[in-house]
């Protein structure tokens, strides 16, 4: 399901920053864990970062780790993801998704914004 809304997508070069931004509806935020996942043409979806509801404990995988920072704001329903020493190998459609903290499923989802890394 569409119900969460990505920004700050676009091209940078590569060595350079983004940071992208999610609003989460009321409803898909509360006791929710939140991700940002990125998935490629031809390629599979993967998780690229994930902060826990209960902790803030957060998750990175080897390929992005010590480049991106997820962060959320229990306040506004916000979350995001900021992009560090970017390289062309991230260029991929970036989405925002929530889960209930008692669950492993990945309830709902944004529409997506396309990152674009040039060499």
């Known amino acids: 399901q569409v119900q969460l809304i990505e920004s700050g997508g676009g091209l940078v070069q590569a060595g350079g920053s983004l940071e992208l931004s999610c609003v989460a509806p009321?409803?898909?935020?509360?006791?929710?864990?939140m991700g940002w996942f990125r998935q490629a043409p031809g390629k599979e979806r993967e998780i690229v970062a994930r902060?826990?509801?209960?902790?803030?404990?957060?998750y990175y995988p080897e390929s992005v780790k010590g480049r991106f920072t997820i962060s959320r704001d229990n306040i506004k329903n916000t979350v995001h993801l900021q992009m560090n020493n970017l390289v062309p190998e991230d260029t991929a459609i970036y989405y925002c998704?929530?889960?209930?903290?008692?669950?492993?499923?990945?309830?709902?989802w944004g529409q997506g914004t396309q990152v674009t890394v040039s060499s």
């Open positions: 998704a929530s889960r209930h903290f008692s669950t492993l499923t990945w309830n709902f």
């Open positions: 009321r409803g898909t935020f509360s006791t929710s864990d």
């Open positions: 902060i826990t509801w209960s902790t803030d404990s957060t």
